[in-house]
């Protein structure tokens, strides 16, 4: 005699037969998209030899998802955050000065809101990539906490617009990353 329940009908291996709600967006799948040898004209500048690659940019919700790739070593920035960061570093090694914790290649990082710190990457580390999930802005800050300068899905979208148009891909192919 079997204790397992059969499967209720509910739960047959048939697609969903209705229509999605109205207004619904598309998924979003993009292939291949921890392929860190693509095409290098996906990755967009950022700042000399720093640049990102957009994977989801929700101008609705405020948001964006993207793989930052830095090929220096030392500060890369100084910033608050608005809203809650998780980053989950793919190769190479990263940290913040005002931490003692240590974002290390197949390792996840939570930063709250309001935290505000250093980006450093060390000596050594010949290229440093980590996904990011960022809600809210970047505000960079000096070292007294003075804002210098702002980064959100805006400027991120600008950004991919003009080397996108750039590098022949045309303006509107970062479209596909909008939701």
Same mark, same amino acid.
């Given at each position: 005699?079997?204790?397992t *329940?059969?499967? %209720?009908?509910?739960? &047959?291996?048939v *697609?969903?037969?209705?229509?999605q !709600?109205?207004?619904?967006?598309e998924?979003?799948?993009? %292939?291949?998209?921890? =392929?860190?040898?693509?095409d +290098? #004209?996906?990755?967009v *500048?950022q700042? *000399?030899?720093?640049?990102?690659? !957009?994977?989801?940019?929700?101008v609705?919700?405020?948001?964006f998802?993207?793989?930052?790739?830095?090929? /220096?070593?030392?500060?890369?920035? #100084?910033?608050?955050?608005?809203?809650?960061?998780?980053? $989950?570093?793919?190769k190479?090694r990263? @940290?913040?000065?005002e931490h003692?914790?240590?974002?290390?290649?197949?390792?996840?990082a939570?930063?709250?809101p309001?935290?505000i710190?250093?980006?450093?990457?060390p000596?050594?580390?010949? +290229?440093?990539v $980590?996904?990011?999930?960022? $809600?809210?802005?970047?505000?960079?800050?000096? !070292?007294?906490?003075? %804002?210098?300068?702002? +980064?959100?899905?805006? $400027?991120?979208?600008?950004a991919?617009? /003009? @080397?996108y148009a750039?590098?022949?891909?045309? &303006?509107?192919?970062? =479209?596909?990353?909008? #939701?």
């Amino acid at each position: 005699m079997s204790t397992t *329940p059969e499967r %209720p009908q509910y739960d &047959a291996e048939v *697609p969903y037969r209705g229509e999605q !709600p109205y207004g619904m967006l598309e998924d979003l799948v993009i %292939p291949q998209a921890l =392929d860190l040898d693509c095409d +290098e #004209r996906l990755w967009v *500048p950022q700042a *000399p030899d720093v640049t990102f690659r !957009p994977l989801l940019l929700s101008v609705s919700q405020g948001y964006f998802v993207n793989i930052l790739r830095v090929r /220096k070593t030392g500060i890369l920035s #100084r910033h608050r955050h608005a809203g809650p960061v998780h980053a $989950t570093t793919l190769k190479g090694r990263w @940290h913040y000065l005002e931490h003692d914790w240590w974002a290390e290649e197949g390792s996840y990082a939570f930063e709250p809101p309001g935290d505000i710190h250093t980006l450093h990457v060390p000596d050594g580390v010949e +290229e440093m990539v $980590t996904l990011f999930h960022v $809600t809210g802005a970047y505000i960079y800050v000096d !070292p007294d906490g003075n %804002p210098v300068g702002v +980064e959100d899905v805006f $400027t991120k979208l600008e950004a991919a617009r /003009k @080397h996108y148009a750039a590098v022949g891909l045309g &303006a509107d192919y970062v =479209d596909q990353f909008i #939701r």
